[in-house]
């Protein structure tokens, strides 16, 4: 099942419409891409307090989950990224989005909302998001990086052992034979 | 040439020089090794899970022949020394010097070969194969993905790194880890959060989020190689001048053996 809690970060810019508004996919923006789940910004501070239905269908399926929540309160206006305490030596950033978890790796989807609040009902656009795909670990290729330096280093010891041994050989014929 | 004209007590003279070089080398050859094979990053595990451990066998083989070759050294120069006609000692110092001379042939050829092993999915594999790999198919298995285990905890909680290249490597690749944490509560290790003093994450919803600040980005790859490259950088190569100066050496004094001593 999905979290039903907003996670605290991010937050991102919508347009205001009258009764359709705009979300976007704010994922792999300020985080890296997850293979099984992604944020989906939050709808706009109008809606504060309205009941939000979240549709998340894979593309080519006609039905998919539906989450449900409650509309945070905004904090001023819902800012891609909000300094909240800033103090010289460091910031402190807050997201507000929504994390739709245990999708399906590599596969893409459809993403809108549809919120009601009081006696209106707002949607918003359609918008595709995908998951990372995930690898096998044995497509990890294993191969040498091969460099000069072991081809030197055999070589050059090779030729020095062989000429020892045969320094020796000679010196020791030289010898025996005064 | 007689034994007691100048230019052969030069020749003489230098070969000795020669001799009591090899000596120091081989007393620094055997205090490099040792360092080397005590390990201070405590990355051994990494590498005998790959079964890849070869240079901490050039290493140790390198101690011993540091050793030889003082030993050897001393052994030269009192050969040197000796006024006898018959002298054996330079003979039992050219004999034991091949011995030993192979066996640090094998040792830098070892290392240099091994350090070519060192590639980010060597390590990649091996952590995504073995990281928290609970599964109990023999002792050996057992034993060598609990190490790799506490190897990496250590490291991406000392060294402020996580995975090899980087978190994403967690979610790119299935992964030992993934089949016992859900996704959602582990996109990767905590281990890879940044810590408060009492090493509790600062924040774990933002780490698990990956805000940058919250979760260490860097991966672990440069912390790994840096050593053991160095490792078998030292190993391969000093030796390699070693044998180079020793070589010079040893034809200088068979040279002296077959012209001067008889």
Redesign the interface.
């Given at each position: 099942m999905a979290?039903l809690t907003p996670?605290?970060?991010?937050l991102v810019l919508l347009d205001l419409g009258a009764a359709e508004f705009n979300i976007s996919s704010i994922s792999g923006l300020?985080?890296?891409?997850?293979?099984?789940?992604f944020?989906v910004a939050l709808p706009p501070c109008h809606l504060t307090g309205g009941t939000a239905a979240l549709t998340v269908r894979r593309i080519n399926e006609t039905t998919g989950l539906t989450h449900n929540f409650i509309v945070p309160p905004c904090r001023g206006r819902r800012d891609l990224v909000s300094v909240v305490y800033s103090s010289g030596s460091f910031t402190v950033?807050r997201?507000s989005a929504y994390?739709v978890?245990?999708l399906i790796p590599g596969t893409s989807y459809y993403v809108s909302y549809s919120v009601v609040k009081g006696n209106t009902i707002e949607s918003s656009n359609r918008v595709r998001m995908a998951t990372?795909?995930?690898?096998?670990?044995e497509t990890?290729?294993?191969?040498?990086?091969?460099?000069g330096?072991?081809i030197v280093?055999?070589v050059?010891?090779?030729v020095?052992?062989f000429?020892?041994?045969v320094?020796?050989i000679?010196?020791?014929v030289?010898?025996a034979r005064? | 040439m007689a034994k007691g004209d100048s230019s052969v007590r030069c020749f003489q003279g230098l070969l000795i020089f020669g001799n009591v070089i090899i000596g120091m080398c081989g007393i620094a050859l055997t205090a490099e090794c040792i360092f080397f094979v005590s390990d201070q990053h405590s990355l051994y595990h990494l590498l005998e899970a790959t079964d890849n451990d070869d240079i901490y066998g050039a290493a140790w083989i390198g101690i011993f022949v540091g050793i030889c070759l003082f030993c050897l050294s001393v052994l030269g120069i009192r050969g040197h020394h000796e006024m006898q006609a018959e002298n054996l000692l330079l003979f039992q110092y050219f004999i034991l010097m091949f011995i030993v001379y192979a066996f640090e042939v094998a040792s830098s050829i070892t290392a240099a070969v091994q350090r070519d092993f060192f590639t980010t999915n060597l390590f990649l594999r091996q952590m995504l194969e073995r990281y928290q790999n609970k599964s109990q198919s023999n002792n050996d298995d057992i034993w060598k993905n609990r190490e790799v285990t506490k190897t990496w905890d250590r490291l991406m909680l000392l060294e402020k790194c996580c995975g090899v290249n980087g978190p994403s490597d967690w979610q790119k690749y299935k992964s030992a880890f993934r089949d016992v944490n859900n996704d959602a509560d582990y996109p990767w290790p905590h281990q890879c959060c940044v810590m408060d003093t009492l090493y509790k994450p600062l924040n774990l919803d933002a780490c698990k989020l990956g805000v940058s600040g919250y979760y260490h980005s860097k991966g672990c790859y440069e912390l790994i190689s840096g050593p053991m490259n160095r490792h078998a950088w030292g190993v391969a190569w000093f030796g390699f001048a070693i044998l180079c100066w020793t070589f010079c050496v040893l034809l200088g004094t068979m040279f002296y053996w077959s012209r001067i001593e008889y």
């Open positions: 979290f996670t605290l970060l991010l300020l985080s890296p891409a997850l293979a099984e789940s944020l950033t997201l994390q978890t245990n990372l795909p995930r690898r096998k670990v990890l290729g294993l191969g040498m990086a091969r460099t330096g072991m280093i055999t050059l010891l090779s020095a052992m000429l020892l041994v320094g020796f000679v010196a020791l030289l010898g005064k | -």
